[in-house]
């Protein structure tokens, strides 16, 4: 009786979602609620949670509740601490969501509501969770050892060495981008330009407080923390409306990118105690509140969607970026999907700190739907607002001018009807000067976010607020992820410099942490510059080589985990990393060849680069002008070999993983697995 | 061992209603704790008194603060 009635429920959930699911992909014309989206998406997690990560514990990973975890047997209190299942699902989840989640749909939404959906579920379920569950339970097995460490151990030395490079050119291509988002959210605003200049001291605070005052006390200084931020917020309108005042905080882009790149180095060469983990302890409350915010506003206020299933620019014209569905919108949606990075947090400090093996399901798969879920409400933030507006902000000025007048007209034009007095009324309701030419997400989620907000709490007076709240709290994680990227960055480039040049390696030398900070900072640096002068917005080349660099990683992640499989003689269900792993390779390297070689000068980097050679031949430049195009030149190419090198890593990497196959299908390779011996738990059922 | 006990918590109140509450708050708090890295120190100090290694004292409290910060944020905590 019990198993029929759950079997009627699990039928129930599933035929709500498959319904919900239709309605959004076969829905036109008409404006649909944002309620369809969240059925859809929790339907959808709900049963694959339910069914295919079961499958994949029982059957695929064997997952052994009898076998001791390393916090188990390590447990030192340190590294090693076994952890509530819940408590650390909390800590992973904090962990793998960032900035990306949010501006990777905010970005796809050029093509429409119905793709970027369909992917962040769809991805999520078959590719992303299944990503961070296997290599979290392969770690686990393996004392928690990294990823680099299980690739040179599972499947060779090289594999080893260019997962290393992998992660190396990921974080260089991701700083400069997350970067680039803040520089574009910031630019020529006081408001949102002071409340995050303001997070610094409050953050140096916190750091003492933390340190000397009341040491270790987490919880007493955030709520200092997030008490001064919110207030800061509001100061940040006093500060806009006092001419003198606001002079100082607005900032050009090139002034944001140098003070931006000033902060990475001293984030990365200061103790991490002073400013670099308070920061993060600030960023991990105001998320996961804004989080938790944004779904309680969608579910409240059930927004309708303006934004079309598929607008033109599925034929690639798109402005916010160039290309066509495949393969742009599963670069562009990477986090939300499929994250390669989020392999290096599962092989990083969630497997020390899991208490029994079958956790990994709930934390692995579990957190990763979680995520997929933040980057189905960044949908339909961004869809809610009127798709005019969306193209307003999203688009750079070499497209649709630099005035709200030629904006409207050119928008208009496309067939979203923008009025250019509407665009001016909301700058001035956000407390702006204008929102024309924001490319990057941020500015545009905001918005979203704010409508949503002032929905629900304090009407259009508190717009300003709400869009501003939005803003720090995006920055201010955005900057989370550049202080603490940029030392993990430098610690990376001391291991990898060390070994031509000792004294490098050695950690407390202060001229090695300060040349090797240097090192990490000039180059995500050099990228964010080149992307702040860019006339089409930087956007539109630095979002595709970061989504290229991270599923890059992801593939990385999935051709390590089917080895794995293989040599646990798991043949039958190859399938379950092999073909995520094929779409990945896939997208990553038709987007390679795209970025390189493609005809339109707004896909293609080369031919980018030799249409503004023919422009200098011609002599269309002026001559007060040609030393910034020749630099844009250099910039496309450069651009164009980062991209050929992050293509080829992965045909060096997968022609070293299908040799090592082959060898294993044969039998000429004994299926020698690395796991750590087999000790049984001293832990009591229900422990 | 650091854990969340849903049982013992807040067994002696009188009333039903104020019990189910002072746990389901004693627990969130717990788990707040344990969450944020509120508890860090006191988990720590649980594991040496087990486990003692060697003849050295624990740490205090500010040196295992910084000691656990420098270790955390020399690999990747936060993603993208």
């Known amino acids: ?438 490319a990057g997400g941020a500015p545009s989620l905001a918005v979203g976010m704010a409508q949503i907000f002032s929905s629900t709490i304090g009407g259009p007076r508190l717009l300003g607020i709400w869009y501003h709240f939005a803003i720090m709290f995006e920055a201010l994680f955005i900057l989370t992820v550049l202080d603490a990227g940029t030392r993990v960055g430098r610690f990376m480039v001391q291991e990898l410099g060390g070994r031509v040049w000792k004294p490098l390696a050695r950690t407390g030398w202060v001229p090695g942490i300060l040349l090797s900070s240097g090192a990490i900072v000039g180059l995500w640096g050099y990228f964010l510059y080149q992307g702040v002068v860019d006339p089409f917005g930087g956007i539109n080349s630095l979002w595709p080589l970061f989504g290229i660099a991270n599923q890059l990683l992801a593939a990385v992640a999935l051709v390590v985990a089917t080895t794995i499989l293989m040599k646990m003689g798991r043949w039958r269900w190859l399938w379950v990393t092999l073909v995520p792993m094929c779409a990945l390779v896939a997208v990553t390297m038709t987007a390679s060849y795209q970025k390189i070689f493609h005809a339109n000068p707004r896909i293609g980097l080369l031919a980018y680069a030799s249409a503004l050679s023919s422009q200098i031949a011609a002599g269309q430049i002026p001559a007060g002008k040609l030393a910034e195009t020749q630099r844009l030149i250099f910039n496309q190419r450069l651009d164009a070999v980062v991209s050929a090198v992050l293509a080829l890593m992965i045909l060096a990497l997968l022609a070293d993983a299908a040799r090592h196959w082959y060898g294993l299908i044969t039998r000429r390779i004994q299926p020698v697995l690395h796991e750590s011996p087999y000790i049984a738990t001293r832990w009591a059922e229900g422990d | 061992m650091s854990r969340l006990s849903f049982r013992s918590v807040g067994a002696d109140f009188p009333s039903p209603f104020f019990a189910v509450f002072f746990r389901a708050a004693r627990v969130f708090w717990r788990a707040l704790r344990e969450w944020s890295g509120d508890a860090a120190y006191e988990r720590y100090l649980r594991a040496f008194t087990a486990r003692p290694r060697g003849t050295s004292p624990p740490l205090s409290p500010a040196e295992f603060y910084v000691e656990q910060l420098e270790r955390r944020y020399s690999r990747p905590t936060r993603c993208c």
């Not at chain 1, 379920?125 to 097995?141: A, E, H, N």
């Not at chain 1, 923390?225 to 806009?240: D, H, K, R, S, T």
């Not at chain 1, 339909?380 to 000025?397: K, L």
Request: hydrophobic content about 55%.
């Open chain 1, 1 to 438: 009786m019990k198993r029929l009635f759950s079997a009627l429920i699990w039928c129930g959930v599933a035929a709500l979602g498959a319904g919900a699911l239709s309605t959004i992909a076969l829905h036109r014309g008409e404006p649909l609620n944002a309620t369809w989206f969240v059925l859809a998406a929790v339907c959808c997690y709900l049963v694959s949670y339910r069914f295919y990560s079961a499958f994949l514990a029982a059957r695929v990973l064997a997952l052994d509740d009898t076998r001791a975890t390393p916090a188990e047997r390590h447990d030192d209190g340190r590294d090693f601490v076994p952890t509530n299942k819940w408590v650390l699902f909390g800590h992973h989840f904090a962990a793998i969501a960032g900035p990306g989640p949010l501006v990777g749909p905010t970005l796809a939404a050029q093509f429409g509501y119905l793709p970027g959906t369909l992917w962040l579920i769809a991805g999520a379920v078959l590719g992303g969770c299944v990503q961070d569950f296997v290599i979290l339970l392969f770690s686990i097995r393996r004392d928690g050892k990294s990823l680099g460490q299980m690739a040179r151990e599972e499947v060779g030395r090289r594999g080893g060495i260019l997962a290393q490079f992998a992660v190396l050119a990921i974080m260089v291509i991701l700083l400069a981008v997350v970067g680039l988002v803040v520089v574009n959210a910031l630019k020529s605003s006081p408001w949102a330009t002071f409340t995050l200049a303001m997070t610094i001291p409050i953050a140096l605070l916190m750091g003492v407080y933390l340190r000397y005052w009341r040491p270790g006390r987490v919880l007493e200084a955030s709520l200092l923390g997030v008490a001064l931020v919110i207030f800061v917020v509001v100061a940040g309108q006093w500060v806009a409306d006092a001419p003198s005042w606001a002079r100082i905080f607005t900032l050009s882009g090139t002034a944001l990118a140098t003070a931006l790149i000033a902060y990475g180095f001293a984030a990365s060469a200061l103790p991490v105690w002073l400013l670099l983990a308070p920061r993060d302890y600030l960023s991990a409350f105001i998320k996961a509140g804004a989080i938790l915010a944004l779904a309680c506003g969608i579910l409240l206020v059930r927004p309708v969607v303006q934004m079309p299933a598929l607008t033109r620019f599925i034929d690639g014209s798109g402005p916010v970026f160039a290309g066509k569905i495949f393969p742009f919108c599963f670069i562009t949606i990477a986090c939300g999907a499929v994250s390669g990075f989020h392999s290096l947090v599962a092989s990083g400090t969630t497997p020390k700190m899991i208490l029994r093996e079958g956790h990994a399901r709930l934390i692995g798969y579990g957190a990763m739907l979680m995520e997929s879920f933040v980057g189905v409400m960044a949908m339909v933030a961004a869809c809610a607002m009127s798709p005019g507006v969306y193209f307003a902000i999203n688009s750079p000025a070499s497209i649709v001018g630099a005035t709200a007048e030629s904006a409207s007209a050119t928008i208009s034009g496309w067939g979203f009807p923008l009025d250019p007095r509407a665009m001016h009324d909301l700058a001035r309701a956000v407390g702006e000067q204008t929102l024309l030419n924001r």
